[in-house]
C-alpha cells in the first residue's frame, strides 16, 4: 500500500500572449566576417573584411550595420575587452608571423586559403564576444562593430541603457 | 634470557584467547538499514531511532576449550562517536555508556552476558560523508594485561522529523538586467527524502540565445570553525527540466522525483563539528555554452512510516485535490466520521 500520494500537479502560470509565443524572439544577432579585400601596395598592404550586423537586441543603437575592419583592429578589440571587463576573451585565430617571412612558396598572409581559415576564425570570435551580456556594455564593442573606424584613442566606458 | 613479546599473542598459542559476538535481543525483528561505509561500499546494519532501549546478549567463546581465560574485567559500551578525516586520533564522543559484565577474574568456559542500555539518547544521525563521519556502535571488551580483546558492532540512527508546520513556498525574481530575466518558483522550502519537487521557471526577459536549462542537486558538507572552515561540494542529481530556446511568457514545470537520489536529512552544525546542507542549483546554458545558474537552499527531512489511513479516506484526500467541490469535501467528511466510528 502506498504512502500519501504526493501532488504533483503543476504550479499555476499565467497563459502566454500569443504575440511573445510567435513573434520574433527578442534575442536575434546576427554577425557575419566576409568580403576580404587586400589593400594598399608591397610591403603596406593588408587585408580588411566586411563586419555586417543584424539584430533587434535593444542594446545595439543600430539594427543594421556594415564596417570594414583588418586584424589589428580585432587585436585592439581583445586587448580592451580584457583590460576592462569581467569577460573571459576567447582567442583569436593566430598572428602567423612565419607567414610573413620572406622566400615563402606561398603568398604568405595573402594566401586565400589562410584568409578564409582567418576569416571564420574572426567571425567565430565576433559572435562569441557580440552575444556576451557583459561584453554587450563596453563602449569599445560597440565602436569596433558600428562606427565608421575605430577611434583608438577613445575614452572607455561602460554602456548604460536609459 | 629476554623474552620478546608481540601484539598477537595468539600466534604462539601460549595461554587463552576468546572470540566476541554480539547480538542484540531483537534482532529477529528489527528492520536492517543501509549505510555506505568510508570506502564506498554499501552495507546493512541495525536501524536504531533515539530514546530507543539496546539491550542484549555479548557471546564470549573461548578458542582453545578447558583452558582458561584470565582477564581484568569485561564491559559493553554503547558509543556515539564524530570522526574528523584530518584529524583522525582525535574522536569526538558524545554518547558514552557502559555497562560492566564481569568482574576482574577468569572464565573457564564460554559464557553468554546480557546487557541493556535503557532509553539511549541518539541525538544525531548516522553520517558517512567526504570528510567526516558519525557512527554508532556497540563495544564489547575483555581487558588482559598485555592486549585487550574486543568486538565493535556498528550500528544505524535516523532522525526523524514530522510535517513541518510552516513550509512556504520558494518564488524569486532574478536576472542579468536588460538580458535575461526569468521568474522560479519551488512548492516548498523543506521537503522529506521521498518527497516531489514541484516548481517552474517562468521567462520574463529573454534577449540570450538559451539552449538548454538543468537543475542540480547539490550536497555542501562542511567541516571545520573559524579560519578553518572547509566545504565540500558535491553535485548529486543533474536534472535537465528544458531543451531549446524559450522565449518571454514561456512557462518550463519542473517535477523532481527526490526518492531516486541517494540524500541525507538536512544536518546544522552536528554538535558544533559539521554540517550536511542542500541546494538546488537551476542552470542555464546558452549557445555560446555560458552559464548562469541561481543557488537555492532547500531544507531535507526524514519521514518516519506513517499509520497507514484506511483506502477511503485515501481516496476522499486524492478526490478532493482534484475536484475541489463540495461533493468531495462531502466525501472526505464521510469517511473521517467513518473512520472515528471505526
Redesign the interface.
Same mark, same amino acid.
Given at each position: 500500500?502506498a =504512502? @500519501?500520494? #504526493? =501532488? @504533483? /500537479? /503543476? %504550479?499555476f502560470? *499565467?497563459p !502566454?500572449?500569443l504575440n =511573445? #509565443?510567435y513573434g520574433p $524572439?527578442?534575442?536575434f %544577432?546576427e554577425i557575419d566576417v566576409s568580403n576580404p579585400e587586400t589593400v594598399g601596395v608591397g610591403r603596406t598592404r593588408f587585408t580588411t573584411y566586411e563586419i555586417r550586423l543584424k539584430t533587434n %537586441? $535593444?542594446?545595439f543603437k543600430l539594427k543594421e550595420s556594415r564596417v570594414r575592419r583588418r586584424y589589428s583592429d580585432f587585436q585592439w578589440l581583445r586587448g580592451e575587452l580584457e583590460r576592462d571587463s569581467k569577460v573571459v576573451v576567447p582567442p583569436l585565430p593566430g598572428k602567423a608571423l612565419f607567414r610573413q617571412l620572406p622566400f615563402r612558396g606561398d603568398d604568405g598572409i595573402f594566401d586565400d586559403y589562410f584568409i578564409e581559415e582567418r576569416r571564420a576564425g574572426l567571425e567565430q570570435f565576433l559572435? *562569441?564576444v557580440a552575444?556576451? $551580456?557583459l561584453a !554587450?556594455n563596453e563602449r569599445c564593442l560597440h565602436m569596433f562593430l558600428q562606427d565608421e573606424s575605430v577611434d583608438k584613442t577613445y575614452t572607455p566606458s561602460k554602456i548604460r !541603457?536609459a | 634470557l629476554h623474552l620478546h613479546t608481540l601484539p598477537v599473542m595468539s600466534f604462539f598459542s601460549f595461554g587463552q584467547s576468546a572470540e566476541i559476538d554480539i547480538v542484540l535481543n531483537d534482532a529477529e525483528t528489527r528492520k536492517k538499514a543501509e549505510h555506505k561505509t568510508e570506502d564506498g561500499k554499501k552495507d546493512k546494519y541495525f536501524l536504531l531511532y533515539d530514546g530507543e532501549t539496546v539491550s542484549g546478549k555479548v557471546n564470549v567463546t573461548l578458542k582453545n576449550p578447558g583452558k582458561r581465560l584470565e582477564h581484568q574485567g569485561i564491559k559493553i559500551e554503547f558509543i556515539g562517536q564524530i570522526e574528523l578525516y584530518y584529524d583522525r586520533g582525535n574522536h569526538h564522543e558524545f554518547v558514552s555508556l557502559v555497562k560492566d559484565l564481569a568482574r576482574p577474574g577468569e572464565l573457564t568456559q564460554s559464557q553468554t552476558f546480557d546487557f541493556e542500555f535503557i532509553h539511549v539518547e541518539k541525538p544525531y544521525e548516522s553520517y558517512t560523508g567526504q570528510n567526516v563521519k558519525l557512527r554508532y556502535f556497540l563495544r564489547a571488551t575483555i581487558s588482559r594485561r598485555l592486549n585487550d580483546i574486543s568486538k565493535e558492532m556498528d550500528i544505524v540512527v535516523h532522525t526523524l522529523s514530522t510535517y513541518p508546520e510552516l513550509n512556504s513556498s520558494i518564488k524569486m525574481e532574478v536576472g542579468i538586467e536588460d538580458c535575461l530575466h526569468i521568474e522560479f518558483e519551488y512548492n516548498k522550502s523543506k521537503y522529506h527524502l521521498k518527497d516531489v519537487i514541484v516548481g517552474k521557471i517562468y521567462f520574463l526577459l529573454v534577449r540570450l540565445k538559451i539552449r538548454h536549462m538543468e537543475i542540480d542537486i547539490v550536497k555542501r558538507e562542511t567541516t571545520g570553525t573559524g579560519p578553518n572552515v572547509y566545504h565540500e561540494n558535491d553535485t548529486i542529481a543533474k536534472y535537465e527540466i528544458m531543451d531549446g530556446a524559450p522565449v518571454r511568457g514561456e512557462s518550463i514545470p519542473i517535477r523532481l522525483f527526490l526518492a531516486g537520489y541517494e540524500m541525507t536529512p538536512t544536518m546544522k552544525d552536528i554538535n558544533k563539528k559539521y554540517s550536511v546542507r542542500y541546494y538546488l542549483n537551476l542552470v542555464l546554458i546558452d549557445e555560446e555554452e555560458r552559464r548562469y545558474f541561481k543557488q537555492q537552499e532547500i531544507t531535507l527531512w526524514r519521514k518516519g512510516d506513517i499509520v497507514r489511513k484506511s483506502m477511503s479516506h485515501q481516496a476522499a484526500i486524492a478526490s478532493q485535490r482534484f475536484e475541489g467541490s463540495s461533493s468531495a469535501e462531502k466525501a472526505l467528511a464521510q469517511a473521517q466520521a467513518k473512520e472515528q466510528e471505526q
Open positions: 500500500m =504512502d @500519501t500520494i #504526493a =501532488d @504533483t /500537479r /503543476r %504550479l502560470s *499565467k !502566454q500572449n =511573445d #509565443a $524572439p527578442s534575442n %544577432l %537586441l $535593444p542594446i559572435n *562569441k552575444g556576451h $551580456p !554587450q !541603457q | -
